[in-house]
């Protein structure tokens, strides 16, 4: 990793041989006391909250890398920014090649990949190391609106489009595999935790199961009254939440046998709005919050059991369009439509 970058004004260089001024040292008791003045830290980051920016357009996308020393964002600037996590959170790499707005990033399960949708109707698959392309999945006749890598088992993807179609890629491969034709356009997918599904919401309000095995839609729930812009597997892969334009959150028991009635719980207090963004929904790794993107400029994080708005977090100035939860640390990432990306301490 590159070496933080220190802020000349934080570290003033004191020239060989001048004494350094008295009022630098401080007590182990008045340093007690400074200290005590803020609320406590409960991360590694270099300040409770630290502002990303250098993107040129709104910002609808971003992710921790599974290692969580690094993250990556996109947006309508067609750019995917590469930063570091700690120190002074530079951006250290930039991966070019989209020539549309990017919609969704992903990362592979172990980090060394990172696949990204985007409105010039092709996915691109990059080494996360490198910044090489390593392949640009080609097929959709629209924008692509989503895309989601296996969590395990061989290099598949999904992808979901306004084509209408949700694709499924082997990226060994140089077409889709298979393809499963929906009415109306798909706006987000992922795979259920064997990768023997895909999963999809779109404008027709309905969550769609379809079987890879029997290549045909198995199921589909019903409970959302407008377009479901987000999707997210829970990490036991037992549950599904989702983000709709009806300004709930929803969460969906999608284990094999579970009754008919699958919504299990509803979550209220973040918004869509006339702009119509793709919002995101998040997992915490452990499962007990969950976050959702939001167009009244907030980060929403709830309690999965009680259902009740654990932060509701101020500082963009535009739409909240993706929150990711950190691999490790109780940190999370906010990416929104004012170009800007904070990463925040949570208790």
């Known amino acids: 990793?590159?070496?933080?970058?220190?802020?000349?004004?934080?570290?003033?260089?004191?020239?060989?041989?001048?004494?350094?001024?008295?009022?630098?040292?401080?007590?182990?008791?008045?340093?007690?006391?400074?200290?005590?003045?803020?609320?406590?830290?409960?991360?590694?980051?270099?300040?409770?909250?630290?502002?990303?920016?250098?993107?040129?357009?709104?910002?609808?996308?971003?992710?921790?890398?599974?290692?969580?020393?690094?993250?990556?964002?996109?947006?309508?600037?067609?750019?995917?920014?590469?930063?570091?996590?700690?120190?002074?959170?530079?951006n250290y790499a930039t991966l070019k090649g989209h020539s549309g707005a990017v919609m969704e990033l992903h990362y592979n399960t172990d980090g060394s990949l990172l696949f990204s949708a985007s409105t010039d109707k092709t996915v691109c698959v990059w080494d996360s190391e490198t910044g090489e392309r390593v392949k640009r999945l080609k097929g959709h006749t629209s924008f692509v609106n989503s895309c989601f890598p296996a969590r395990r088992g061989p290099q598949l993807a999904c992808t979901g489009s306004d084509d209408g179609t949700v694709k499924l890629w082997d990226i060994r491969k140089k077409a889709s595999v298979h393809t499963f034709q929906n009415t109306y356009q798909v706006l987000s997918v992922t795979f259920n935790d064997t990768s023997d599904q895909i999963i999809s919401g779109g404008i027709d309000n309905d969550i769609k199961v379809w079987d890879l095995r029997q290549n045909k839609l198995i199921y589909s729930m019903q409970g959302h009254g407008d377009s479901v812009t987000g999707l997210s597997l829970s990490v036991d892969g037992s549950y599904l939440l989702s983000n709709s334009m009806d300004n709930s959150v929803r969460v969906w028991d999608i284990r094999p046998f579970a009754p008919k009635e699958r919504c299990v719980k509803i979550f209220q207090g973040n918004v869509h709005n006339f702009e119509k963004n793709l919002l995101r929904c998040s997992w915490s790794p452990d499962g007990s919050k969950i976050a959702a993107g939001s167009a009244d400029r907030f980060v929403y994080i709830w309690d999965t059991t009680t259902r009740r708005i654990l932060y509701k977090l101020p500082g963009h100035a535009g739409s909240v369009n993706e929150v990711a939860f950190h691999p490790d640390e109780p940190i999370v990432l906010s990416g929104s439509s004012d170009k800007r990306l904070y990463i925040g301490e949570i208790q």
């Not at 920016?53 to 309508?76: I, M, R």
Request: proline share 8%; net charge positive.
């Open 1 to 90: 990793m590159i070496e933080p970058k220190k802020r000349v004004a934080e570290m003033a260089v004191v020239p060989a041989g001048v004494k350094r001024p008295r009022t630098e040292l401080v007590s182990a008791a008045q340093s007690q006391q400074l200290s005590a003045m803020g609320p406590p830290r409960s991360s590694s980051l270099q300040a409770p909250i630290m502002l990303l920016s250098g993107h040129e357009g709104e910002v609808y996308c971003c992710k921790f890398h599974p290692n969580g020393a690094t993250l990556a964002s996109s947006g309508y600037d067609r750019l995917i920014l590469l930063w570091n996590v700690y120190g002074e959170c530079e």
